[in-house]
């Protein structure tokens, strides 16, 4: 399909543009990738006078035209989850209330579960997500059919080695040639990987050459047990054992020294900021000005819904602007469109993917936001990029296309029936906990 995006504010965060961060004009899209952006009405003029009658004309008057939000860092069949352990720290949580449920968790549930949480984020302007859970494969199979880009990490740890195996080889076969899902290896944490385990995520990312995704140094306990059992920092360990001599994402990296901080940067490792979900399970504030201004790439992920509880990317972006802005007192500290950067072309750094995602630019890939700002907790209209940060919610997306392709439209998911996901959902979730 051949698209033309006309009368819109256009906001393409893309840095070559100097102080111009966003202005009334017009983007061409031709089949997955991005033609123009431009103010020029003559050149949309040409473009759909070239295209017709094989060009759909979408009017975006009073809607901001965005890239697609990049979430770096979910579980998202724990959509499956929300709500059923609240309140207790993250080693109980995960011990005593969530591992014991995923342990009765099988492909359909997994399937189902990933269903509901794409949903979520494509009706919020998610178009590019990055996953780890077991059965990733069902994960693939979700995304690729509801039309959502995802980079999808298979995720071993000491008790789920077996299946691991199984995964990666079944997610490499089944989509190797997929236009939405990528794969890279999902090395869980430290504290669930011997090393005999963590050296098996390693080699394959180097053998499939694939990127790792890892949590890292997300509680103080974690920083403790290692400095005990290593006699060195998480974020020294893992450099120690090699995992940075893959292209890294690191989710959390809450306890960080300045020599961890050093030591991402000098590695080229990017971390995914899951403020939410830090602040609920109390494991902390993570430096994100101090990692920033060391050079390191900070991007946002939501975690899973049961640990936030929900996939919003415009609450993460607010609440990491105001946390880092109390935390270090200086309400200068993460401004607004440094928090617009780190959900869209940092995010896309993060996973290899700069320049092809996270802008509009002529070249990138179309996958582009319609955000609605006729509504009364967006005006008066005074300065755009402070409404979309501070103000905005999820529901203010009207229209979502990914990969040039409209996935959401007048707040209508195209590619799912939203009430059979979220009753199969239901069903799912009634019978694990009746077991």
């Known amino acids: 399909m051949n698209i033309l995006i006309s009368n819109g504010i256009i906001l393409p965060m893309d840095v070559s543009l100097g102080n111009e961060l966003y202005f009334k004009g017009y983007v061409g899209?031709?089949?997955?990738?991005?033609?123009?952006?431009?103010?020029?009405r003559a050149v949309a003029e040409d473009f759909y006078a070239r295209h017709t009658p094989d060009c759909m004309l979408i009017d975006a008057s009073d809607n901001v035209v965005m890239p697609g939000l990049i979430n770096t860092h979910t579980h998202v069949a724990m959509a499956l989850l929300r709500g059923i352990s609240d309140d207790v720290p993250l080693m109980e949580w995960l011990e005593q209330h969530i591992w014991?449920?995923?342990?009765?968790?099988?492909?359909?549930?997994?399937?189902?579960?990933?269903?509901?949480?794409?949903?979520?984020?494509?009706?919020?302007?998610?178009?590019?997500?990055?996953?780890?859970?077991?059965?990733e494969e069902a994960v693939a199979q979700a995304a690729e059919s509801a039309g959502i880009r995802a980079l999808v990490t298979p995720c071993p740890m000491d008790f789920r080695m077996e299946h691991f195996e199984n995964d990666w080889r079944q997610v490499q076969k089944r989509f190797s040639d997929s236009r939405l899902v990528t794969m890279w290896m999902g090395p869980h944490a430290i504290y669930t990987l011997s090393e005999k385990n963590?050296?098996?995520?390693?080699?394959?990312?180097?053998?499939?050459?694939?990127?790792?995704?890892?949590?890292?140094?997300?509680?103080q306990s974690e920083q403790d047990n290692c400095m005990a059992q290593h006699g060195m920092s998480p974020t020294e360990y893992l450099e120690?054992?090699?995992?940075?001599?893959?292209?890294?994402?690191?989710?959390?990296?809450?306890?960080?020294?300045?020599?961890?901080i050093e030591i991402l940067a000098r590695n080229g490792v990017s971390v995914a900021h899951n403020p939410q979900s830090n602040m609920k399970l109390a494991s902390g504030i993570a430096p994100v000005r101090k990692m920033l201004d060391a050079g390191v790439n900070v991007s946002i992920?939501?975690?899973?819904?049961?640990?936030?509880?929900?996939?919003?990317?415009?609450?993460?972006?607010?609440?990491?602007?105001?946390?880092?802005?109390?935390?270090?007192?200086?309400?200068?500290?993460?401004p607004a469109y440094t928090a617009l950067q780190m959900a869209t072309v940092n995010g896309a750094k993060a996973i290899g993917r700069e320049g092809e995602l996270g802008v509009l630019q002529a070249g990138a890939f179309a996958?582009?936001?319609?955000?609605?700002?006729?509504?009364?907790?967006?005006?008066?209209?005074?300065n755009l990029i402070s409404e979309l940060v501070y103000s905005t919610h999820a529901?203010?997306?009207?229209?979502?296309?990914?990969?040039?392709?409209?996935?959401?439209?007048?707040?209508r998911c195209l590619t799912m029936n939203a009430q059979e996901v979220c009753q199969t959902a239901q069903k799912h979730i009634d019978a694990l906990l009746s077991k």
């Open 367 to 382: 996958d582009i936001l319609l955000v609605d700002i006729e509504k009364p907790h967006l005006y008066p209209h005074t």
């Open 240 to 260: 120690k054992q090699g995992l940075f001599s893959t292209k890294t994402l690191a989710a959390h990296c809450v306890v960080m020294s300045d020599h961890d």
């Open 29 to 40: 899209i031709e089949g997955e990738r991005i033609a123009f952006v431009s103010k020029d």
């Open 100 to 135: 014991p449920i995923e342990a009765r968790m099988g492909y359909q549930e997994v399937f189902d579960g990933a269903r509901l949480g794409i949903l979520e984020m494509l009706m919020g302007g998610t178009t590019t997500f990055v996953d780890m859970y077991p059965y």
């Open 301 to 334: 992920g939501t975690d899973g819904a049961s640990s936030n509880n929900d996939l919003d990317m415009w609450e993460e972006m607010r609440t990491a602007s105001l946390l880092q802005k109390v935390s270090t007192m200086d309400p200068c500290a993460t």
């Open 395 to 411: 529901s203010d997306v009207d229209t979502v296309i990914v990969n040039g392709k409209i996935v959401v439209e007048n707040r």
């Open 198 to 219: 963590l050296q098996r995520s390693i080699s394959l990312s180097r053998e499939l050459g694939t990127g790792s995704h890892v949590h890292l140094a997300e509680t």
